[in-house]
């Protein structure tokens, strides 16, 4: 029978990038706010490299609270001070995200408007490979159309988006991991199930943080 090392050696020929150093990759790292009771409600700070989801009504400070950390990201994550920030809400206020602490500038911030969720997937991979991305915004769940919903809103089904948020949190979660960068997802909670925005819920790795009005 083969030792654990010899074994392991054997395998990390073929999968090198599988195996991690538990003492690196099994700590969260944290990022400390300048709130108390935002560090203590984070488990300690903020974590790197991890997703959240921020849920709550409508109009009750899931984006300015998502916006303030991205700000604390640009001041003290200096290895990775680019925010991304996806709109698909298309009421992103540049003037109070600054008030917030948020810089926009070319060098500390990209603005994203896709046509589709998984359009968004694909450059947020794309972008956290090859830039300096400390925090992605994806702004909102709610409102994030897939392929299918855009080219034939009829044949659009119940649960599709949550199918898209599904796969495309999968697909990007070991690239947030690898880089450490974290990422924050909005979700309106909806009254009527019949609403818009009514069958869409995070299914992804992560924290739920419910906010009420």
């Known amino acids: 029978m083969a030792s654990t090392t010899a074994l392991i050696n054997k395998l990390k020929k073929t999968y090198a990038d599988a195996f991690a150093d538990v003492k690196e990759s099994g700590t969260v790292q944290r990022l400390f706010l300048e709130s108390p009771q935002l560090n203590f409600i984070f488990g300690g700070g903020f ?14 400070g899931k984006s300015t609270l998502a916006t303030y950390i ?3 990201i640009q001041k003290k994550y200096a290895n ?16 109070y995200a600054n008030t917030l602490g948020l810089c926009t500038s070319e060098d500390q911030f990209i603005f ?7 359009d968004g997937f694909k450059i947020l991979k794309q972008l956290v490979e090859e830039l300096p991305v400390g925090l992605i915004i994806w702004d909102s769940l ?7 919903q855009v080219e034939d809103p009829d044949r659009a089904t119940f649960g599709g988006t949550a199918r898209l948020f599904a796969n495309g949190l999968k697909y990007i979660n070991p690239y947030l991991s690898k880089f450490n960068t974290s990422m924050i997802v909005i ?3 909806r009254a009527n199930i019949g609403g818009y925005g009514a069958d869409f819920s995070c299914v ?3 924290a739920e943080i419910v906010i009420d009005e």
């Open 80 to 95: 990775r001070p680019i925010v991304v920030y996806v709109d698909f809400e298309r009421s992103f206020d540049e003037k």
């Open 204 to 206: 992804g790795p992560g």
């Open 187 to 189: 979700n309106q909670e």
């Open 112 to 118: 994203l408007r896709p046509l589709t969720g998984e």
């Open 142 to 148: 709610a409102v994030t159309p897939s392929v299918a």
């Open 70 to 72: 991205g700000g604390e």
């Open 47 to 60: 974590g790197l490299g991890r997703i959240y989801e921020f849920s709550g009504p409508e109009s009750g």
